[in-house]
């Protein structure tokens, strides 16, 4: 936590969480960060109801989600676990970068190891899969690129359930790595890892469907070689942001009902009880199925498969203990899309290929919508400007 209040006093950025003060109770050891109340998180929003975003819309929040990063890279700080519930966004249409808890600052002139151990699964880059500790702003910025894909998609795109499904799973997408990078990167897990067969990159051909301005960008943050990346200054002058339509200024963005995450959660967990009670009543007492039975059989292999209730209760302990750990690896799949019951999977051979089926084949359609007016970003200096200077006001 003291590592966490350091960064945070470093940042002072409109697209990032400004931390208003600190808070100490009559409990020992107990101390709360105080930061502004954000009615949604990105999470939330994408997977509300009814919510699609439109291209400009997409753009608005992208550009705040660069230019918060392009702060903290600049005062060198990684963030290492931007996912859409780390995004949170005011009534006003302001999203801001939070949770640092995960950060670290970094010295690009005197690199020093760092632990692989970051970012949450579904957004994790592949270099952190296969065991580096030599990185930079590569990381964030491929979470970035999964945050852009989804918004289009309407889904997640990469949901591993282990961290070698994850893997295969990228490879399938953005391609296997060269045998040029795999001397050169020299990864601790690179023999392990290392896919039996080679995969061709085929992101323009899974994203057809999406703005055509937003395929590049896409392609640099997916990059499996984390240089080819760029920056976050280099994505904020890409084709994508200096386009028609250009992105909405936040103020004109509609006004959404409280959503985050964790009413998501709740939404999927009332609706499954829904389901639950509707089939018990019209079928009566539903009788197990041999799967079920045999999962109920089988201890729990590992501590990952605990129930949530467990997992809830031992968070909800260690905050009362006031025992955070900032290296503390976060929990699996704690974003805002579906997710799956953890099974066996996690003791599947290291060259486990999951399925022949290309990735190319999945549906990642993307419909657009009316364009939302208002005042716009010039793409020359980044500064909203007023909608008359627009055609259209797009």
């Not at 970094?106 to 579904?122: E, G």
């Not at 904020?236 to 004109?252: G, N, Q, V, W």
């Not at 829904?274 to 197990?288: N, W, Y």
């Not at 022949?356 to 990642?364: C, E, G």
Request: aromatic share 8%.
């Amino acid at each position: 936590m003291a590592r966490e209040i350091l960064i945070l006093r470093r940042l002072d950025h409109p697209n990032v969480i400004k931390l208003q003060g600190l808070v100490t109770s009559r409990m020992p050891c107990s101390l709360y960060l105080v930061f502004d109340y954000m009615v949604h998180d990105l999470a939330g929003l994408a997977s509300s109801p009814g919510i699609k975003f439109t291209e400009p819309q997409v753009k608005c929040y992208m550009h705040q989600l660069l230019s918060g990063l392009e702060h903290c890279h600049n005062r060198h700080v990684l963030h290492r676990d931007i996912k859409g519930s780390d995004l949170l966004i005011d009534d006003g249409g302001v999203l801001k970068i939070a949770d640092f808890g995960l950060a670290s600052t970094f010295d690009p002139n005197n690199k020093q190891p760092m632990t692989s151990r970051v970012v949450t699964l579904w957004y994790r880059p592949p270099e952190l899969l296969l065991g580096a500790t030599d990185y930079g702003v590569g990381v964030d910025l491929w979470s970035v690129g999964c945050i852009l894909a989804a918004l289009f998609a309407g889904k997640l795109i990469m949901t591993g359930q282990t961290e070698m499904e994850q893997l295969h799973t990228i490879f399938k997408l953005c391609g296997s790595p060269s045998e040029e990078y795999w001397k050169k990167s020299k990864l601790p897990y690179a023999t392990i890892f290392k896919p039996q067969q080679s995969y061709k990159r085929c992101i323009k051909e899974t994203f057809k469907d999406f703005p055509q301005s937003s395929l590049p960008l896409i392609d640099s943050l997916l990059a499996i070689d984390p240089s080819d990346r760029q920056t976050a200054t280099a994505a904020l002058r890409s084709e994508f942001f200096t386009t028609k339509p250009y992105a909405c200024d936040p103020s004109s963005l509609p006004k959404y009902p409280p959503s985050k995450e964790m009413d998501a959660k709740r939404r999927d967990e009332e609706a499954r009880r829904l389901r639950a009670a509707g089939k018990t009543k019209a079928d009566g007492v539903r009788k197990p199925r041999p799967r079920d039975r045999a999962v109920r059989a089988i201890p729990a292999p590992e501590a990952n498969a605990e129930l949530q209730a467990n997992i809830d209760r031992r968070r909800l302990i260690t905050h009362a203990n006031a025992k955070k750990k900032s290296e503390k690896f976060p929990p699996l799949h704690q974003d805002g899309g579906p997710g799956y019951p953890l099974g066996s999977s996690h003791h599947i051979h290291p060259s486990f290929d999951p399925s022949d089926v290309p990735y190319s084949s999945m549906n990642f359609s993307y419909t657009p919508k009316q364009t939302c007016s208002g005042p716009v970003v010039n793409p020359a200096t980044r500064k909203l400007m007023s909608p008359s200077f627009v055609p259209n006001g797009n």
